[in-house]
């Protein structure tokens, strides 16, 4: 028998075991250079495959399909969390600010929420009626957001501990994730908040959802992690060991993984890092990277 050909057909084998039995390859690799000078805040993606990186500073980038980088817009105050609204514009969270701004197509900036907000970060926005929902951090809070700009109160309580990443479910309950611990909760229509899952060891990022799971960056624990309806939770990226290594599965090495954005259309996720060793010398270093799904959709 030709040794080849026998190792050919086991890798074959192989492949095709594993999506039979749902084990897909998932990957990341770098979609931009090391971004100098900037954090990591949140990252949004519109409909037309345009994505939004904040970068916790005055700064929100825009990357195009085919992967060129520009400036957006500037003169925000602590970019973090974002997301787009109905009409296609970008909803930007000033977590420093305690504000939200709207800006359009184009990149013109224009203040949409100026008050009821304490350290806003995650946005989460109602598709049917166009409201959003604003993570607040400082506040330990969900903040409700009309469409014309006045922010109410939605949910508190002790579960919600730095509330960051938002986002709503298949069954159109909102979904969040605390920064300073490393819950996930449930937030029904009511406002009312409920333990979900128990995703890392240390505190979270942000998270997005596509098709039938969510995907949730553990800041502290350098992994990105896939939770299912059902609450099931297993790590997809990185293994715990901090550092930017493109690669597949738990050979990745990701670093501070902040926003994520799930791709409405191909089966990609994007994130952004923190580079920066721990020297505090150094200016602040990004990057923006992207990860493959597999045969997921």
């Given at each position: ?126 598709k049917e009626t166009g409201d959003a929902y604003v993570a ?30 938002i986002a709503f479910g298949r069954d159109m309950n909102l ?123």
């Amino acid at each position: 028998m030709n040794p080849r050909r026998t190792r050919a057909s086991l890798i074959i084998l192989a492949l095709t075991l594993d999506v039979a039995t749902g084990r897909t390859q998932v990957s990341i690799r770098a979609l931009t250079d090391t971004i100098r000078g900037h954090n990591v805040g949140g990252v949004t993606i519109d409909l037309v495959g345009n994505i939004y990186v904040a970068d916790f500073g005055d700064l929100v980038w825009k990357i195009t399909p085919d992967g060129t980088r520009s400036v957006f817009a500037e003169g925000l105050y602590g970019a973090s969390g974002n997301a787009v609204d109905n009409d296609g514009s970008l909803l930007q969270a000033n977590y420093y600010g305690n504000s939200i701004t709207r800006i359009d197509r184009r990149g013109q900036t224009t203040a949409f929420v100026t008050r009821g907000l304490s350290g806003p970060v995650g946005i989460a926005v109602d598709k049917e009626t166009g409201d959003a929902y604003v993570a607040n951090c400082r506040g330990n809070s969900i903040a409700k957001i009309a469409r014309d700009g006045t922010a109410s109160p939605f949910a508190r309580g002790d579960l919600l501990s730095c509330p960051n990443g938002i986002a709503f479910g298949r069954d159109m309950n909102l979904y969040v994730v605390n920064f300073r611990n490393n819950k996930m909760l449930k937030v029904d229509r009511s406002g009312v908040v409920t333990p979900f899952a128990t995703i890392s060891d240390k505190g979270l990022g942000h998270l997005c959802f596509k098709n039938d799971r969510f995907y949730v960056t553990a800041y502290e624990s350098h992994v990105i992690y896939e939770v299912g309806l059902d609450a099931t939770v297993k790590p997809i990226l990185g293994n715990g060991e901090r550092g930017i290594v493109d690669g597949v599965g738990d050979k990745a090495r990701l670093s501070f993984p902040n926003g994520i954005a799930c791709s409405p259309w191909t089966p990609r996720l994007y994130i952004n890092e923190v580079v920066d060793t721990l020297t505090l010398a150094l200016p602040p270093r990004a990057i923006v990277r992207e990860i493959l799904l597999g045969g997921r959709k």
